[in-house]
């Protein structure tokens, strides 16, 4: 675009135009029909592509259109769920050599145990990440690496469905797997055993043959007393009998069992993968404060959001290039969103609870399992009942169903919050929604009518767009009952239409459950074009 300087009779002075000077006799330059249109085509299609339809009485549209592109050229935020998504990892880095206090440190602060690892501590207090060795029965669910870890080892029958047991350590001293070499053949891991001492054996006798006194005695052997003289032996003596017993405290330290010597400890097994705490960090207030500091993400933010549904089914469809989806203060973003699905069904792209109702509305929902989106309709404007697996979920829309059998959702399309009703020959809205029709109140006094919009547009509508038609048609519509009529210098109503045979458009914001009317004539009629949400 440039200014017409191919058009000679345009009269512009340096390729610009001028206004008419008496003075010095300069002509005034003119604008032509072309240049005027090509100018005014252009800023109407900077209007059109930030979503806006050109309006003259509007004169800000040019700048909200500039706005909408400028936003929406802007790359999507990527939702980040984990810290190595922001950058933060086990690595790190420094441009200088560490010194041994430095090195000593960070080895005092080392913990790269893997789930499984058995670890002895002297205190009775579990640490974190850890399980006592005890021969306790644990849920798979709860701890799936280690059940992964130690499978069926050391079930012993009775677990459950779902459990796992531990072994158990109290009381027991560790020995390690023989595994081939032939001290402790015949071991499996995990099998346990009993205590044992090894064999000691030995030989005597009271009176060997031709001796006149018993054997000595030492060690673990002792010779007792004897008195008087042994039979068959040559030349007598004083002897008559000896003993001799076993006692092995004589020469070593005996108890009830045979244990080395030993510190008691508590042995913990490593039970999940979690980071421990090293100092005053919190793991997860950590996490909890990367995922404030993001760039704010609204739930159910959008980014070309269009839904429909024909009335000629029971199909819902609901298309995004991006939709924002949430659980707690945690999002996501989804891309790319295409869903079609049917309020006949239940669940996840169905309906939450139980089956539809005639002339209800219900609230669409995008739900997320981590893997794939569905949607889900629901009586619940903030609380759907989310089906199993699915944890974010942001609502783009409500349907209303008529009042057949049938029970389809009524024949309307929406783009961003703007909603409309479909008319549509053989469809569930083959004419215009009426709302009211005929004399209501009185014009002059005026007297207003309530009128509840529920039946026409879903609890979180901001604004009812409406169109007021009639053969000789007077009819005022107020957001509330305090206007004056259309007569009154200080309270006119919002909207008033007088005319006949015309059909006049309003869009009237929305200040609680009703809108008030009042009509001259018997062919006068307010209908609902459609709404504006308040996503």
């Not at 340096?14 to 000077?21: A, L, M, P, T």
């Not at 993400?297 to 924002?324: E, H, P, R």
Request: charged share 15%.
């Amino acid at each position: 675009m440039d200014y017409p300087k191919s058009v000679p009779s345009v009269g512009l002075v340096n390729g610009k135009f001028v206004d008419e000077n008496p003075v010095t006799g300069q002509v005034g330059s003119l604008i032509s029909s072309d240049w005027g249109n090509a100018v005014t085509d252009e800023l109407l299609n900077v209007i059109r592509a930030g979503g806006k339809e050109p309006a003259e009485a509007e004169h800000d549209q040019l700048l909200a259109a500039i706005k909408a592109i400028v936003r929406d050229s802007i790359p999507p935020e990527k939702i980040r769920t984990t810290l190595a998504e922001y950058g933060i990892t086990d690595a790190y880095t420094k441009s200088v050599t560490y010194t041994k206090a430095e090195i000593e440190a960070l080895l005092k602060n080392m913990s790269a145990l893997p789930v499984g690892a058995m670890v002895p501590f002297p205190k009775g207090t579990v640490p974190a990440g850890f399980l006592e060795v005890d021969g306790s029965v644990q849920s798979a669910a709860t701890y799936p690496d280690l059940a992964a870890y130690l499978g069926t080892t050391f079930n012993t029958g009775g677990e459950g469905a779902g459990n796992f047991r531990l072994p158990e350590s109290r009381g027991e001293f560790l020995r390690g797997w023989d595994h081939g070499r032939g001290v402790d053949a015949g071991r499996t891991l995990g099998s346990s055993q009993t205590d044992a001492l090894q064999n000691i054996t030995g030989e005597s006798s009271t009176f060997p043959t031709g001796s006149t006194a018993p054997l000595n005695s030492s060690g673990v052997f002792k010779t007792n007393a004897r008195s008087g003289v042994p039979t068959g032996i040559a030349g007598g003596g004083a002897w008559s009998s000896a003993s001799i017993d076993f006692d092995a405290s004589r020469v070593a330290r005996t108890a009830a069992e045979t244990r080395p010597r030993n510190l008691a400890v508590m042995w913990c097994i490593k039970a999940w993968n979690a980071p421990v705490n090293q100092g005053n960090i919190d793991i997860a207030e950590l996490a909890l404060q990367v995922q404030r500091q993001k760039p704010i993400a609204i739930v159910g933010g959008y980014k070309s959001l269009a839904v429909s549904a024909s009335g000629l089914s029971a199909l819902v469809n609901v298309a995004a290039d991006q939709l924002i989806v949430g659980a707690g203060q945690s999002v996501y973003s989804l891309s790319g969103v295409n869903l079609s699905f049917s309020g006949l069904a239940s669940g996840e792209n169905g309906i939450d609870v139980g089956e539809l109702l005639p002339s209800t509305w219900y609230s669409v929902w995008v739900i997320w399992n981590g893997n794939a989106p569905a949607g889900l309709l629901s009586l619940s404007a903030t609380a759907p009942k989310l089906p199993a697996g699915y944890t974010h979920k942001a609502r783009v829309s409500w349907v209303k169903t008529d009042a057949t059998a049938n029970k389809y959702p009524l024949n309307f399309i929406q783009n961003g919050r703007r909603c409309s009703y479909r008319i549509t020959p053989g469809s569930n809205v083959p004419g215009n929604v009426v709302i009211s029709a005929g004399v209501q109140g009185h014009i002059s006094i005026p007297t207003y009518v309530a009128i509840p919009v529920a039946p026409f547009v879903p609890p979180t509508a901001v604004t009812i767009h409406m169109a007021m038609t009639g053969t000789n048609s007077t009819q005022m519509v107020a957001p509330n009952d305090s206007y004056g009529g259309y007569t009154s210098l200080t309270n006119q109503p919002l909207v008033f239409y007088a005319a006949s045979q015309h059909l006049a458009q309003y869009q009237l914001q929305l200040e609680g459950p009703n809108i008030y009317r009042a009509a001259q004539y018997a062919g006068d009629r307010l209908t609902c074009l459609g709404w504006e949400d308040s996503l």
